[in-house]
């Protein structure tokens, strides 16, 4: 994959891989043409991205930086600034355990540990396979249901280990 002006071009023989890249270069072609090239409209683009892709990766970053004419650090300097962006790609499935102080007397470690237990995964992290994210909010807000899990973005209160594990066993 090359840049060359304000898009992508791509070289030698089209395997599915480049159709892949091609593809997802196209994409993040798409969203930087919403946009006048100029600095105010980097975080926006960054949203449309995460938007997009699930995650900002090394290879939106470059093409952002070429669109803007900006480097790559100051991009991930704005970026990393805002918690919302994340630069892993995500799992299909995010899982996320309220930690607030109604869902921790109530046993959100538990539900957490049980998490941990069935994916493999810590707090922060994506299985290998991409199937789930797992992560550790410090309140939803909702605490008349302690403990809260969020999947996708369903929410289920009053979650026990056994209601976790039969949830997660459920997701395709």
Request: contains cysteine; glycine residues 8%; charged residues 25%.
């Given at each position: 994959?090359?840049?060359?002006?304000?898009?992508?071009?791509?070289?030698?023989?089209?395997?599915?891989?480049?159709?892949?890249?091609?593809?997802?270069?196209?994409?993040?072609?798409?969203?930087?043409?919403?946009?006048?090239?100029?600095?105010?409209?980097?975080i926006p683009v960054?949203?449309?991205?995460?938007?997009?892709?699930g995650y900002i990766?090394?290879?939106?970053?470059?093409?952002?930086?070429?669109?803007?004419?900006?480097?790559?650090?100051?991009?991930?300097?704005?970026?990393?600034?805002?918690?919302?962006?994340?630069?892993?790609?995500?799992?299909?499935?995010?899982?996320?355990?309220?930690?607030?102080?109604?869902?921790?007397?109530?046993?959100?470690?538990?539900?957490?540990?049980?998490?941990?237990?069935?994916?493999?995964?810590?707090?922060?992290?994506?299985?290998?396979?991409?199937?789930?994210?797992?992560?550790?909010?410090?309140?939803?807000?909702?605490?008349?249901?302690?403990?809260?899990?969020?999947?996708?973005?369903?929410?289920?209160?009053?979650?026990?280990?056994?209601?976790?594990?039969?949830?997660?066993?459920?997701?395709?």
């Open positions: 994959m090359v840049f060359k002006g304000n898009s992508y071009h791509f070289k030698g023989a089209n395997t599915k891989m480049q159709r892949t890249e091609k593809k997802i270069a196209y994409e993040l072609q798409e969203i930087l043409n919403n946009y006048e090239i100029e600095r105010d409209n980097l960054l949203h449309g991205v995460q938007e997009k892709f990766s090394e290879e939106s970053v470059a093409g952002i930086s070429r669109h803007f004419n900006i480097s790559e650090s100051e991009i991930y300097g704005v970026a990393t600034f805002y918690t919302q962006f994340r630069f892993t790609r995500p799992g299909d499935h995010t899982i996320r355990v309220c930690r607030g102080t109604a869902c921790h007397v109530r046993g959100s470690q538990r539900i957490m540990n049980e998490v941990c237990k069935l994916t493999g995964i810590k707090p922060g992290e994506t299985t290998s396979d991409y199937r789930f994210s797992l992560e550790q909010v410090a309140c939803f807000g909702s605490c008349a249901l302690a403990p809260i899990a969020v999947v996708n973005e369903a929410v289920y209160g009053r979650m026990t280990p056994p209601k976790i594990k039969q949830l997660l066993e459920e997701i395709e």
